[in-house]
């Protein structure tokens, strides 16, 4: 019986097997159009879609003015999600990642992120507000984040908070003030918040343009988002984030500690 695939999803099925099998390795140019559509006797817009394809699921990069090339797939390290990290992403560490190493070769060390924040007020969209518990176009803070590696990109977050709860206080802006960089159970608990819990839900998602500039990966590359919510002693959500890490290079590992 014939292949009833699409041709550019068994072009694009052909060149993964192709790098999963070792005969295309990091750093090899894949075949270019021209060579692609005579193998395959397809079109120029079915050439394009299966690497499109290619790139979208990491196997592949593109070089301005050089052509596309196998990517490097490589996980680089795990970041551990601990109860201090679910309270402030910035407190993660990284294992198999640490300054001048390969980070193939780099063991169970911990690396500490670093970061940079911007924070402005604006009207909570509805999937935000449905998160806070809050009416669609109410005030909050949003702060984003980048964290970086050794300089490299490693994570995005964007954080919202109701200006209801921080608004003309100490601690209405994460990154500045007397409470600054204390996370949320600590910054809260300045202005007599007792943050209780956090929820956690982690999903997958095609990566945004500006995701993917950041984070040095093709638009509509997979990433793993971490969706966590903050929540006080009347269980109502004070804070809610979105995480963003590229789902080929990272892996998310979680400590679950037991009480007897």
């Not at 052509?67 to 198999?96: E, M, Y």
Request: proline share 6%; net charge negative; glycine share 10%.
């Amino acid at each position: 019986m014939g292949d009833s695939r699409p041709v550019y999803l068994r072009i694009a099925d052909d060149l993964r097997q192709r790098i999963d099998e070792g005969a295309l390795v990091v750093g090899d140019r894949i075949p270019s159009r021209s060579e692609l559509k005579r193998a395959y006797e397809a079109s120029d817009q079915t050439v394009d879609r299966a690497v499109r394809v290619l790139k979208a699921a990491g196997y592949a990069e593109g070089q301005f003015g050089r052509g596309v090339f196998v990517a490097d797939r490589a996980p680089l390290g795990t970041l551990l999600r601990s109860t201090g990290a679910v309270d402030s992403p910035f407190a993660a560490k990284i294992r198999g990642y640490a300054a001048g190493d390969d980070p193939a070769a780099a063991g169970d060390r911990g690396t500490a992120l670093t970061w940079e924040a911007s924070s402005s007020e604006t009207p909570a969209p509805a999937g935000i507000a449905e998160r806070l518990g809050i009416g669609t176009g109410e005030p909050v803070l949003c702060t984003q984040y980048e964290y970086l590696a050794n300089r490299h990109p490693v994570q995005l977050a964007t954080s919202w908070e109701p200006l209801t709860i921080t608004e003309g206080t100490d601690v209405a802006l994460p990154e500045r003030g007397p409470y600054a960089r204390r996370g949320v159970r600590g910054r809260l608990a300045a202005i007599g918040i007792r943050v209780v819990r956090a929820r956690e839900l982690v999903g997958s998602r095609p990566a945004t343009t500006p995701e993917a500039e950041a984070l040095g990966c093709a638009a509509g590359q997979c990433v793993t988002v971490v969706e966590r919510t903050h929540f006080d002693g009347e269980d109502r959500a004070v804070e809610t984030s979105d995480i963003v890490v590229r789902a080929d290079r990272w892996r998310l590992e979680y400590t679950i500690p037991f009480t007897s």
